[in-house]
């Protein structure tokens, strides 16, 4: 698995993430488990749905 998913797209995707997560608690919902996508896929560094696409938003080594 290579590396897709650069700083900032990860630091968004975890907070967004926590985000969603701590309402789901704080609301009582189950569509706090959606918080789980993005706080995984920025932990990770790694987003498979932008495979099919060919996106990175890693820096590119000149």
């Known amino acids: 698995m290579k590396s ?5 797209d990860r630091l968004i995707r ?7 997560a701590i ?4 609301f009582d919902s189950w569509w706090g488990l959606i918080g789980i ?7 990770f560094k790694f987003c498979p749905l ?10 590119k080594d000149s």
């Open 4 to 8: 897709n998913v650069g700083t900032t």
């Open 14 to 20: 975890i907070i967004a993430g926590l985000i969603v």
């Open 23 to 26: 309402a789901g608690v704080i």
């Open 37 to 43: 996508i993005p706080l995984a896929t920025g932990l």
């Open 50 to 59: 932008y495979l099919p696409f060919k996106i990175s938003t890693t820096e």
